[in-house]
Every structure is written in structure tokens, then in C-alpha cells.
T-cell receptor
Framework: GAGVSQSPSNKVTEKGKDVELRCDPI?????LYWYRQSLGQGLEFLIY????????KSGLPSDRFSAERTGGSVSTLTIQRTQQEDSAVYLC?????????????FGPGTRLTVL | DQQVKQNSPSLSVQEGRISILNCDYT??????FLWYKKYPAEGPTFLIS?????DKNEDGRFTVFLNKSAKHLSLHIVPSQPGDSAVYFC???????????FGRGTSLIVHP
């Protein structure tokens, strides 16, 4: 079956512009995560959605970052007024269940470059 | 402060030999540990996991060992193959959180 997909695969933008990144999780997966990976760094948690519960936004680095998940499926991550330090690979993952041992299925990521 | 540490950024091994990737953690509440493998331009893929009630889990060529007293786990790959060349991430979570904490990864290169 289809895995997690993300679009665009690459995005180059100018400092100060807004960007939207999209994630299509695996059908039926209730949990959805956004991470980012900066050069030479590990995966930095951004936000977590689980079913209809309020999202865990504790990893968002600033109020320029927001995300939503419509209908419990597709999610968009929006970065307003982008800065050069926002350049990173943004990864989305979904999981079929919550709880211990929740293996995550990752998309290929969106590489964001802010000039 | 990193709660999950992979202190070796890279590891080079000859094909057929054993690869040992190490991971240390500081949070004693972590009770579930996962390893992911990542190829360039792809997302990480799940490899193997272990619960804190065990000290070893094996799946084919991959074995994860957990030493709770030392807060240390390791991934053994035997025998190593060139296709194993990738970045390996260690992740840990606690029962009360559904958000795993990831290490920075170790880049494994297996030479033919």
C-alpha cells in the first residue's frame, strides 16, 4: 500500500516569505508527527496529532510555525516569515496507534531552503 | 540537553564483519527503544525495537541489546552488508509519552 507522502520534495524560498508543507499519512493511521532535521542534527520534534485530540505543539520553535490536520488525515505545516535558520528537512510520520511501541512510518521529507 | 546520545557520528566496517552502533540515554523513565535506518533522500524506516523488560531482541542479522543499569543500548549487525550503509537513529520513549526522543544518528559505511 501507499506510504506517507510529502510535498513538495524541495522548496526554495526567500527570507520573509510564508511556506506550506503538506503531509499525506498512511490511510487509517491516527497519529501524525512533524519533525525537522537540520544539517548534522537529529530529528527535532515539532508537533503531534492524535485522532481528534488537541495537538501537542510543545516542539514548535516559535509562533511563526503552525500546523493543522484536516479530517484526521492530511496535515499542513505552515511557516510564516521564514528565516534562514528554518532551512532543514521537514519530515512527517504517521503511526497506526498510540501507546508504547508506536512504530512510526516516515515520509521522504521536504527539503526547505531559505535564501 | 540531549537525552538520547549517539556519540559516534560515523562508523566504517568491512563487509562480513560485525557493526556495533551505540546509544546512551539519560532519562530513566524511558522504557521503550527503537532503531531507525535512513538512506539519503528518504525518510527513516523502522528497524528493530526493545522494551525495557527485555535485555535483548533479535531479528535476523539485527540484534539490539539493552543495559538498563548503564542506560546504554547497542545495535549489532552481523554480518554487515554494503546495503546496510545508512544513517542509524536511536530513539527512546516512556510509557506516558507518545513522542520518541531521537539521537543525532550514526552514519554507517560498510565497505565491500
Amino acid at each position: 500500500g501507499a506510504g506517507v507522502s510529502q510535498s513538495p520534495s524541495n522548496k526554495v524560498t526567500e527570507k520573509g516569505k510564508d511556506v506550506e508543507l503538506r503531509c499525506d499519512p498512511i490511510s487509517g493511521h491516527t497519529a501524525l508527527y512533524w519533525y525537522r532535521q537540520s544539517l548534522g542534527q537529529g530529528l527535532e520534534f515539532l508537533i503531534y496529532f492524535q485522532g481528534n485530540s488537541a495537538p501537542d505543539k510543545s516542539g514548535l520553535p516559535s509562533d511563526r510555525f503552525s500546523a493543522e490536520r484536516t479530517g484526521g488525515s492530511v496535515s499542513t505545516l505552515t511557516i510564516q516569515r521564514t528565516q534562514q535558520e528554518d532551512s532543514a528537512v521537514y519530515l512527517c510520520a504517521s503511526s497506526p496507534r498510540q501507546g508504547m511501541g508506536n512504530e512510526q512510518f516516515f515520509g521522504p521529507g521536504t527539503r526547505l531552503t531559505v535564501l | 540537553d540531549q537525552q538520547v546520545k549517539q556519540n559516534s557520528p560515523s562508523l566504517s566496517v568491512q563487509e562480513g564483519r560485525i557493526s556495533i552502533l551505540n546509544c546512551d540515554y539519560t532519562n530513566s523513565m524511558f522504557d521503550y527503544f527503537l532503531w531507525y535506518k535512513k538512506y539519503p533522500a528518504e525518510g527513516p524506516t523502522f528497524l528493530i525495537s526493545i522494551s525495557s523488560i527485555k535485555d535483548k531482541n533479535e531479528d535476523g542479522r539485527f540484534t539490539v541489546f539493552l543495559n538498563k543499569s548503564a542506560k546504554h543500548l547497542s545495535l549489532h549487525i552481523v554480518p554487515s552488508q554494503p546495503g546496510d550503509s545508512a544513517v542509524y537513529f536511536c530513539a527512546a520513549s516512556s510509557g506516558g509519552s507518545y513522542i520518541p526522543t531521537f539521537g543525532r544518528g550514526t552514519s554507517l559505511i560498510v565497505h565491500p
